[in-house]
């Protein structure tokens, strides 16, 4: 939710006509060319302009957006964005993946007579075909961790003009562990995808890429990385993001501005010339792959080396960024992976066997790393719960967690190899444990009591 000051509702909206409209479409239960997706989209949208257009106008106003001419928002979904922005914009362009929400939003469009300055087509972020410099301004509220960001920063920075912004509203693990705290006490089939989710997001951070999984749960840092490497540079946080700010201390929403100050190309040019950006080109090349643009740094390891194998350090950071882009079954995996003569860490080796889904090799591998690594135990644990090896997972994280290395992952692992292993009051006291394990990082007594209160409220109301 949107923290107080509340932003000015400087200007009359639509949102009323807006909504009976919707309304309607909910009532007739009419259809679109997809009725399920549609009556989603329909709900969904009625949130949105409950909360009212001038809400999103004045958000975009704190965001410098508001007297821009050409706008582009990325992940559209009921056009709400959109229609704020023409308020004061000219032209607005808004590209969704879902079908539903395209057309519901054209249809909204007509409603209050805006289709001729706002244009709705179902378009996969990251392929998206955008006109180069086109826009003055572009947003992506609510999407980017669905997506694969390194493609969609890279389609972002090339369709703005030279000093345009790019606004992001993203969600991060304080969410997605409210969202858990709710679902224990749901459905299982709910509980058990959030989990999955969540313990997939931590695997993608220590450095494994899972097909089929795409959510994300970036910090700012890493973000604002990513989109430096293409040419974006940090403005400040408008903090104007649907969604509550935090979670137990931990950062649930956040959101940021970049401006476009450089040719989006500039950084790989740099390192394709073998020169450093942040630290030295090595670790600057390793720092990117885990900000999220394993792809740009795979491209770069390439074409300065035909052969990145060659030389140790090279080859590690280029093995990581391999896994991390899902590119480790390439050809190149006997060269770079499993050539016996230049063995690689067992770290490395673990990564490249999880994410080929040889669990049992990754386990064996993540056990001979440095019993000191910040990730060892949390990789060993995720391994097992692949492996339904539920039992040894719990020790392994309940040891993590004795031993003081218990970082919300290691809790959610906990919860996890107890729901799965059918033990749904284990889980629901392991969680507990996880929100008590938040007075040691600072959180206030009063907070921690009232989100066990909640917890339980939730349970009780099974
Ligand atoms: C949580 S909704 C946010 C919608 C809107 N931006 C808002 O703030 O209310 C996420 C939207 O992103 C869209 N989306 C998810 N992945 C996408 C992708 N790869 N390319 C384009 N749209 C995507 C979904 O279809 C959905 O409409």
Redesign the pocket.
């Known amino acids: 939710m949107l923290r107080e000051p509340a932003l000015p509702a400087t200007v009359g909206d639509e949102s009323g006509k807006i909504l009976h409209f919707l309304r309607g479409e909910r009532d007739r239960g009419c259809g679109g060319a997809e009725p399920e997706g549609y009556e989603d989209a329909v709900a969904y949208a009625i949130g ?1 302009y409950e909360r009212g257009l001038s809400h999103y106008v004045a958000a975009l106003e704190r965001i410098g957006f508001a007297e821009k001419g050409e706008a582009l ?6 056009g ?2 959109c229609f704020a922005f023409l308020k004061r914009g000219r032209r607005a362009v808004g ?4 079908p539903a ?1 395209v057309e519901l939003a054209a249809r909204i469009a007509r409603e209050i007579g805006l289709a001729d300055r706002v244009s709705f087509r179902t ?4 392929e998206a075909q955008l006109p180069a410099g086109a826009f003055d301004c572009a947003w ?4 980017l961790m ?2 694969d960001q390194e493609a ?1 920063l890279r389609n972002v920075a090339d369709a703005l003009a030279k000093g345009g912004g790019f606004y992001c ?1 993203y969600t991060g693990e304080g969410s997605r562990l409210h969202t858990l705290q709710v679902s224990l006490a749901g459905e299982t089939e709910l509980l058990s995808s959030r989990l999955n989710t969540f313990l997939d997001s931590h695997l993608h951070r220590c450095g494994v890429f899972k097909p089929g999984n795409l959510t994300r749960m970036l910090r700012l840092e890493d973000l604002l990385r990513a989109c430096a490497v293409f040419g974006m540079e940090y403005v400040g946080r408008p903090q104007v993001q ?1 969604g509550r700010p935090e979670y137990l201390g931990l950062p649930a929403t956040f959101d940021f501005v970049v401006r476009k100050l450089r040719d989006r190309d500039k950084a790989k040019s740099q390192l394709l010339r073998g020169e450093a950006i942040e630290k030295t080109w090595l670790e600057d090349l390793d720092r990117i792959a885990r900000s999220g643009c394993p792809g740009l740094v795979c491209d770069v390891c390439r074409a300065v080396d035909p052969d990145p194998a060659e030389e140790e350090e090279r080859r590690q950071v280029y093995a990581r960024a391999l896994i991390l882009a899902g590119r480790a079954d390439s050809e190149e995996r006997w060269r770079i992976f499993e050539d016996a003569a230049c063995p690689l860490p067992d770290h490395i080796m673990g990564l490249y066997w999880h994410a080929r889904g040889d669990h049992a090799a990754a386990l064996g591998a993540y056990r001979n790393m440095p019993r000191e690594h910040p990730d060892r135990a949390f990789l060993q644990g995720a391994c097992l719960l692949q492996m339904k090896r539920f039992g040894w997972a719990r020790r392994v994280f309940s040891e993590a967690i004795e031993r003081g290395c218990g970082a919300p992952r290691e809790w959610i692992g906990l919860v996890a190899a107890h729901h799965f292993g059918d033990k749904r009051d284990a889980a629901a006291a392991a969680f507990r444990g996880f929100v008590e394990s938040r007075r040691k990082a600072g959180v206030p007594e009063a907070v921690i009591e009232m989100e066990l209160a909640r917890l339980d409220a939730g349970r009780a109301s099974q």
Not at 73 to 78: N, T
Not at 123 to 126: H, N, T, V
């Open positions: 949105r928002d990325v992940g559209s979904g009921a709400h964005w590209i969704d993946r879902s929400f378009e996969r972020a990251e992506s509220h609510s999407v669905y997506t969609v509203g649907d």
